[in-house]
DNA sequence: CGTCTCTGTGAACTGCTTGTGAAACCATTG
DNA sequence: CAATGGTTTCACAAGCAGTTCACAGAGACG
């Protein structure tokens, strides 16, 4: 079997011990170019990142992964219950979290959970909204049934617009959600961006999103109902 | 929004609590049938079922919602620790759990999660009041079901009046609510954008912000039913 | 090493938002 | 009824936020 991957690095004893008890292979990494070197032939099978000693190198993993291409894997984060407020606005760094100090039953049960629902597809590849569809695993767009050719920022922008539909965002939002945390950039880069995707996705489907003035952007319409 | 399912029936009373507190309308229900009975028009938007007291009759409900045609419904369970090896054989009946007896924050944090995965989205943050529908997300506002096109200090006017209705504000207290602590501007200010404010509010709904007079502006009614 | 595309930024341009003074209007009071 | 003080309405100008454009550095690719 694959194995799991482990922030920090090394691994606390605990979770070490309750991996090897029930019999699941792992190896520990303290930064995503660790993970990298460590990285097996076929991928790791899933992570298991400890947010509660280095929040900000947790959540960089996180990201990290994400960013990369699939095979996707599973992310198990693992927090303190003061942590749990900071989730809010990181839902799409991970798939299912655990509370440290954790039973090592429910992490067990946690991790085959996970694997279950995962190894089922029960992720998502496609983004869809009214004409727009993007498709996770090719990195591919189109509205409207034509082929959209995005850049890289182009498509991270969108997605990124496209699964949270309604909400607005302000630019400093956008450029910490989409661009990263660190990054320190001005808030025209963020316009110019939306520009070009709207001249990508035509006349007819530029009014997907909307400028909501003195505030940010919004893509597609409000959701009063849901 | 649409309402959460909660067995066993009667909600124990630590779930009914958290689930009140958090902003989550719900029903109990004892059995697939009461489920059935009770379920609203748009159907129930999830499920939260305990399975520490009746553990046959919470799996039996888990697998009658699966059974159902869509919409399909998230389902969280409420397991005990010596419950979770029973979890092992039935993956496919509930999408997440969670331990009881359960932290409040947990629960709420793995509502949140559950629904952004499964595609529902949070909960829109709405300020209502009559006709009156604000929502804070997506910085849009609708009055008796029409959608209101307002600038961004008509929304903030409106969002503060709104959540402080029957409450009577002179123009200087709106002026540094509204616009700011150290925001040094005539009356009048306040005066137009209260004037535009009910002008797009239309005739028919424009009482719903009072003039009183020699004070200041109230929005509803107030308390005394005058 | 050269070429090409992507990305970020400054600057000009445009239109809407916003604040303001003045005048009309209204309620209250003497 | 007239006087007074407060409110509504109007029109307009200044400023600001968003759009658009052109360009340069960075990075990918052959």
Chains 1, 2 share one sequence.
């Not at 090394?10 to 699941?24: I, K, N, R, V």
């Not at 190896?27 to 460590?38: C, I, T, Y």
């Not at 954790?102 to 597809?121: I, M, S, V």
Request: proline letters at 7%; a negative charge; one cysteine or more.
């Amino acid at each position: 079997m694959e194995q799991l991957l482990i922030f920090p690095d090394p691994a606390p004893a605990a979770l070490a011990q309750t991996l090897d008890l029930a019999g699941y292979p792992w190896k520990a990494a303290g930064s995503p170019e660790a993970a990298d070197r460590l990285e097996p032939e076929d991928g790791w099978s899933g992570a298991i990142i400890g947010a509660d000693e280095d929040p900000e190198g947790a959540f960089g993993l996180c990201r990290a992964l994400r960013k990369r291409d699939l095979p996707f894997e599973p992310v198990l984060l693992l927090v303190t219950a003061a942590q749990l407020a900071d989730l809010e606005l990181r839902d799409d760094l991970f798939d299912d979290f655990c509370l440290a100090p954790f039973r090592p039953r429910e992490l067990e049960a946690r991790l085959a959970h996970l694997f279950w629902r995962t190894g089922r597809g029960t992720r998502p590849e496609l983004v869809e909204y009214g004409p727009l569809v993007l498709n996770l695993e090719t990195y591919q767009a189109a509205v409207g049934g034509r082929p959209l050719d995005l850049t890289y920022m182009e498509y991270e922008l969108l997605k990124f617009l496209a699964t949270h539909p309604g909400k607005v965002f302000t630019r400093e939002t956008l450029l910490s959600r989409v661009w990263g945390y660190e990054y320190y950039g001005g808030a025209r880069t963020v316009d110019v961006h939306i520009r070009r995707l709207r001249a990508k996705l035509g006349e007819e489907h530029a009014s997907l999103i909307s400028t909501v003035r003195s505030v940010g952007y919004r893509f597609g319409q409000s959701r009063w109902g849901v």
